[in-house]
């Protein structure tokens, strides 16, 4: 299943990058999503099958969190409180290095 989804968030991106390219931002945001939350939903299905302790766990849990809030800042630019959003996102995304290079946890 997590094969699928990646496969189909490939092609989602190469579709949001053919869209831009083409017509521009606007009409791109859907696929841009759509590739974010087919990651996310790969990531969290390969999770469900193979999680081996609760670090990974975590981690795993903080990098779908942020693919999924990353594919709402996509598909909705316009919405209030996206800046904060977006830097969530980043946080989550720092974190997550965080507890993986992080020799003491």
């Known amino acids: 299943m997590a094969g699928g989804l990646i496969a189909a968030s490939v092609g989602a991106g190469i579709l949001a990058i053919c869209v831009r390219a083409g017509w521009g931002g606007s009409p791109a945001r859907p ?4 590739t ?3 990651a996310a939903g790969a990531y969290l299905a390969h999770v ?3 999680h081996d302790n609760p670090r990974e766990l975590l981690t795993r ?3 779908i969190t942020a693919f999924a809030l990353w594919g709402i800042v996509q598909i909705a630019p316009g ?3 996206n800046a904060l ?17 992080s020799p003491w946890l």
């Open 36 to 38: 974010l939350f087919l």
């Open 61 to 63: 849990s903080i990098l």
């Open 31 to 34: 696929f841009e999503g759509a």
């Open 79 to 81: 919405l209030p409180g």
């Open 85 to 101: 959003l977006n830097d969530v996102v980043i946080v989550l995304f720092v974190v997550d290095l965080a507890i993986l290079v």
């Open 48 to 50: 469900l099958a193979h």
